[in-house]
């Protein structure tokens, strides 16, 4: 579903020029659950955020389904990236002063929802991750894992088919985590494709596909299949 074709990322920032991938190629399977890893500063997030289109590549061909991101317009992204992706950043990121329901509806006003449905779809999508009675809680009075499937939530409410999570139980203790996780398999259950970066192995050993990342580049891909040949 999602294919990358020797893509390239660097950043400038003033003389410095980071190289934060450097050619990579893979392909991530449809309606399964892809993985991850390697090192800090190896070109996960990056990885995740040209895969969600949220950033384009220096150099090379990022494909969803066919369609090659980088042969849209900026709006074509904004407009894809608000039908097709539900992403859960490596920080919650959600907006401290609004309750929960009110963090979850917001990707529903970006694509003009009337309200009355807008309120009901962020309660669904909360009821989702076990948290409709939490909805007008503010963040900080909710756990980390609570936080977590806010966020979750809020990456959920446009039931889009790709969702990226950047390090969902990175700050979750071992029992939330594996809860995110055992919702996150039901995504792909439901259909979704999900792609998760994480450091957990318990969460790499149950991937469909696993992709190792190192200064930028692919150490390693397997698949399940692969993985449990002799
Ligand atoms: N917006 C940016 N501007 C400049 N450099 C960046 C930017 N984003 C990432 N980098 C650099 O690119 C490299 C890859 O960063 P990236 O965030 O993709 O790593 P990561 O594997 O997600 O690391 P971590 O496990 O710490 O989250 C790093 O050296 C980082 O400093
Ligand atoms: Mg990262």
Do not use: W
């Not at 050993?205 to 992709?211: C, G």
């Not at 190192?214 to 993985?227: H, K, M, N, P």
């Amino acid at each position: 579903m999602i294919a990358f074709h020797d893509v390239h990322k660097t950043y400038l920032m003033g003389e410095t020029r980071v190289d934060a991938l450097r050619g990579v190629t893979v392909e991530l399977p449809e309606r399964r659950l892809a993985v991850i890893m390697g090192p800090s500063g190896s070109g996960k997030s990056t990885f995740l955020h040209l895969a969600g289109c949220l950033d384009v590549p220096t150099r090379g061909r990022v494909a969803c389904r066919g369609t090659d991101l980088g042969s849209l317009s900026s709006r074509e992204r904004a407009e894809f990236r608000a039908r097709s992706v539900g992403f859960v950043f490596q920080k919650f990121n959600l907006i401290p002063n609004l309750s929960a329901a009110r963090n979850v509806e917001l990707p529903l006003f970006l694509g003009n929802q009337p309200t009355a449905q807008a309120k009901r779809r962020a309660l669904d999508a909360l009821a989702s991750v076990d948290l409709a009675d939490r909805a007008s809680h503010r963040p900080a009075k909710l756990s980390g894992g609570e936080q977590q499937r806010v966020a979750i939530a809020r990456a959920l409410v446009n039931d889009p088919e790709l969702i990226l999570a950047d390090e969902p139980t990175g700050n979750l203790d071992t029992k939330t985590g594996l809860r995110i996780l055992a919702m996150l398999r039901g995504l792909v259950e439901k259909g979704k494709t999900v792609v998760v970066v994480t450091h957990n192995p318990e969460i790499a050993e149950s991937a469909d596909a696993l992709v190792i990342l190192r200064d930028g580049a692919v150490e390693s891909f397997s698949t399940a299949e692969g993985r449990s040949r002799p």
